[in-house]
């Protein structure tokens, strides 16, 4: 399994995760499409970790499931949580005076998006995009 772990503390590593993401899309065989939708969600949990947690990680690797070719983003940190995912899952919420799309809107461009926090231990998000 071909896996990249970038540590996230500032904006730089924000790039570097979504060229990683890119990356391991393109060599995999995803649209050109895909290859920016998978960076465009790594793009906005990483900024989440930079944001709330200022420090973390995200790990691109490449999975397969029933003959399906996917890509998987975990993006964790040991950050202050979050309270209630119901409402940061909803477009619009935000504790940081943004527009509150990166959570919902990283679970749109993605297909299989799973969010375990706990407040005071950190967050974990793993997502999946499955090629065409």
């Known amino acids: 399994m071909t896996e990249t772990r970038v540590a996230i503390e500032r904006e730089a590593d924000i790039v570097a ?11 995999n065989g ?18 989440n970790i930079v944001v709330y947690a200022q420090k973390g990680e995200v790990v ?47 679970r749109r461009l993605m297909d299989d998006f799973e969010l375990a926090s706990e407040p005071g231990l950190g967050t974990t998000i793993t997502m999946k995009k499955w090629r065409r």
């Open 60 to 106: 691109v690797s490449a999975v397969e499931d029933a003959g399906r070719v996917g890509i998987q983003v975990v993006a964790r940190d040991a950050g202050p949580g979050i309270d209630n995912v119901d409402l940061a899952m909803r477009d619009g919420f935000s504790t940081k005076n943004s527009l509150g799309l990166g959570l919902p809107g990283a």
């Open 30 to 47: 995803f649209s050109s499409t895909d290859q920016t939708l998978i960076a465009t969600a790594i793009s906005e949990v990483a900024r």
């Open 17 to 27: 995760a979504r060229q990683a993401g890119r990356a391991l899309a393109a060599a």
